[in-house]
């Protein structure tokens, strides 16, 4: 016997409706790149979506084609987010930190036919631009610049269209967005995102238990737009009523800070680095903001040192940690604590918070190893396998990659990880990030978190460095805290207490930044380059 209900499609235009319709008052609120700050109601913004989307139509967009944007974050961006699936093309976010070589590749292996793009981006832009064929370019007008030869503007393109227009009808399981992975590990591999993966994503979002989030928050989104699907926020926030403060090209601590305590932000999301500056401005400033409540901050990219959760929380910022990648649109796992952990000791109930949490609804996980499956017995690690309707099932058009998942058809996310008895995981490393000593592994991420844990240490990255003897030692690299410093061997005694001799780092280099990724996490592969001969360095210019 069938069921007997409705087979109502999962698509965008269900969540746009909705925020037009509910939430007519709802903002979305833009940092412009001068500072200041524009806003726009969902009811104003679902009519600009309309536009948009009969415009892309009248340009001659057909059903799939790419419109490539290369935007910061701010509600013209969010338009694109909605108006290219709604006129039944895919809506191709460019990573506009990548080199211009890398752009062009991504955008010419995307198919890219249209691009959107910030007038201050233009000089980016221009870079790649003999390289690529778009055959439309239109500018988002900001900073009043002339309009570049061969751009046409943006909003004179929405004002030649109607805001009555009705969207074509579509397929839930057509495409609705692409992202590609930002190269971390190899080359970018196109991740391609449908109606219903992103309806069923946004509903996971919302759940108490994730993100939380409702009609009565204000989320600030502090991960690029042009990555990750910008952590599914400018979906879910429409779908849920929220408004949404999105920081242009991002700004410094204190000015986040400002714009979190002007604008009530109860909800806020991005990398650990990012939080690190915060906390620092707050250390150095304690009274110098007034929140009007606690603030959910949402961590996830990379693992949180613990002191970092302490260090927030002190200033009512109470971090929440979550793990996911392009490839699961990001939201996978979230760490809330369960209901008979509330009365734990405060150390134990840190070391939950530091894990990635357990798997939200719909989402399965396991851990797998050549000789087959791992127990969640939270010690023996794994590589962390993941399946789900908002996974990836393939890249487009990369069959060298189709080894990425295995042959029942889970997701290899290439994260070595544990899992304990009540499902909470923990990542251990990125496979290629752990460092293999004697045939032991030394997990990176441990012992950086320790070391940013020492109050002299800023930022900590540990990596391998080749060795004769042990094939692999770990070397770390310390950003000491503003007008601190620390002798090589205190670090070693402060990590003595926590880890073996062996797990201990051969040596310790003082630098003044680490690098970063193009989406703030710390870029290990350049430290790895730029430190690999430091074995055979003399010892006289291995200690700084
Ligand atoms: P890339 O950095 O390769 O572009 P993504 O941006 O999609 O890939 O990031 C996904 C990766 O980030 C995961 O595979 C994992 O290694 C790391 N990551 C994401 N969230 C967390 C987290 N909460 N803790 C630790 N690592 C995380």
């Not at 939080?275 to 009274?287: E, H, I, T, Y």
Request: with cysteine.
């Amino acid at each position: 016997m069938r069921g007997l209900m409705m087979d109502e499609p999962l698509t965008l235009a269900a969540i746009l409706e909705r925020a037009n319709r509910y939430f007519p008052r709802g903002e979305v609120v833009s940092r412009r790149p001068d500072g200041t700050l524009s806003r726009i109601k969902y009811a104003a913004l679902a009519k600009r979506v309309r536009r948009l989307a009969q415009a892309l139509q009248q340009a001659g967009l057909k059903r799939g084609d790419r419109v490539a944007t290369l935007m910061w974050n701010h509600a013209a961006h969010v338009e694109a987010y909605f108006a290219a699936p709604l006129s039944g093309g895919v809506v191709h976010p460019l990573n506009l930190r990548l080199h211009p070589d890398e752009i062009a590749y991504i955008a010419g292996h995307a198919g890219d036919r249209f691009l959107i793009v910030d007038d201050v981006l233009w000089p980016v832009f221009e870079r790649f631009r003999d390289k690529v064929r778009f055959e439309r370019v239109w500018v988002v007008p900001f900073g009043g610049m002339p309009t570049p030869p061969g751009a046409e503007i943006y909003e004179t393109l929405l004002a030649q269209s109607s805001e009555d227009y009705e969207f074509p009808e579509c397929d839930e399981n057509d495409a609705a967005g692409m992202f590609f992975t930002s190269g971390t590990t190899g080359q970018p591999k196109g991740v391609v995102y449908s109606h219903r993966s992103l309806v069923l994503h946004s509903m996971a979002e919302c759940m108490t238990d994730s993100f939380g989030l409702s009609q009565n928050d204000t989320a600030l989104l502090l991960a690029p737009m042009f990555h990750v699907n910008g952590w599914g926020l400018p979906y879910t926030c429409p779908m849920a009523g929220t408004k949404l403060v999105l920081s242009g090209g991002g700004c410094g601590p204190e000015e986040l800070l400002d714009l979190m305590e002007q604008e009530g932000v109860t909800f806020a999301c991005g990398v650990p680095t990012i939080w690190l500056g915060v906390l620092d401005a707050l250390r150095k400033n304690p009274g110098g903001w007034n929140f009007r409540g606690p603030v959910r901050v949402l961590i996830g990219g990379a693992a949180p040192p613990e002191s970092l959760i302490r260090g927030l929380d002190r200033f009512g910022l109470r971090i929440m940690h979550a793990w996911g990648m392009t490839e699961t649109s990001p939201l996978a796992t979230a760490g809330r604590l369960k209901a008979h952990m509330h009365d734990w000791n405060d150390d134990r109930k840190y070391e939950v918070r530091c894990k990635q949490g357990y798997a939200v609804p719909l989402i399965r996980l396991r851990l797998m190893r050549p000789e087959g499956e791992v127990p969640w017995d939270g010690a023996t690690p794994g590589e962390l396998e993941v399946r789900g309707p908002w996974i990836a099932a393939s890249y487009y058009n990369a069959p060298e990659a189709a080894n990425r998942w295995s042959p029942d058809g889970w997701f290899r996310t290439g994260d070595v990880a544990t899992i304990d008895a009540e499902g909470y995981v923990k990542i251990v490393d990125r496979a290629k990030d752990m460092i293999k000593s004697g045939g032991e592994w030394i997990s990176s991420v441990d012992l950086e978190n320790a070391l940013m844990a020492h109050p002299a240490v800023r930022e900590a990255a540990v990596i391998a460095v080749p060795d004769a003897k042990w094939q692999e030692r770990p070397l770390a690299v310390i950003v000491p805290r503003d007008g601190a410093s620390v002798a090589p061997a205190e670090l070693e005694k402060f990590l003595g207490a926590r880890f073996a001799k062996w797990q201990i780092p051969d040596g310790f280099v003082f630098a003044t930044e680490i690098p970063r990724t193009s989406v703030g996490k710390f870029l290990k592969s350049q430290l790895r380059e730029q430190y690999r001969d430091w074995h055979k360095q003399p010892e006289s210019t291995k200690k700084d």
